[in-house]
């Protein structure tokens, strides 16, 4: 047995932290730039688009995110496509994160009156100038809480990269439980972790929505 003091455990989890913390960001951003444009193809185009908008959100929202980690490495590999862990959880967890942002979103453009694209229909606004100029700026202040929000289960999701061998925090813990033997101590100390990262962000989200209410008042 190794032996590793508490703080041995704390440093090596910390470093692990931070591939979670970079994994969560390139979920989040490449979802969100996912998610933006197939909402703007629906607002758009409607039609076939909105079938295919609402098939997307169904299949990765109706599925766990484990089994999309699973096709995604060893899916992508049965096919004879060679991935690295890194590209097969960005690509899971973005796909993953798109589908329930683009529902928020949705849900937020929807929140907006009807007689707001007619008064820009009016004006004889092209669809752009009315979403950058009328139905955005309106939506934005309702999804910036739901979105901030959205980020912790995102950040949650990534410790179940850790089946596909992304060494993330939940992963380390793990190896460094089975090499230490401190189970207790080292998940603990990885609960933790995770509530320091994910509780000042759901702060955050809940005063904004708090912020929001009040000034749509």
Known sequence: MVQFSNWDILRNLIFAAEWTIV??????VGGGLVGGCLLVARLWRGGWVNHFFNGYVQLFQGTPLLMQLFLS???LRLLGIEVSVWVSASLALTLYTSAFLAEIWRGCVAAIPKGQWEASTSLALSFGEQLRHVILPQALRIAIP???GF???VIKGTALASVIGFVE???AGN???NVTYKPFTVFAFV???YFVICYPISLYARYLERKTHVARR
């Not at 994994?23 to 989040?28: D, G, N, R, V």
Request: net charge positive; proline share 4%; no cysteine.
């Open 23 to 28: 994994l969560s960001l390139i979920a989040f």
């Open 151 to 153: 980020l912790v289960q």
């Open 175 to 177: 190896m460094i439980a």
């Open 73 to 75: 490495y060893f899916g």
């Open 169 to 171: 925090l939940t992963r």
């Open 191 to 193: 609960g933790l972790m």
């Open 146 to 148: 739901p979105t901030v």
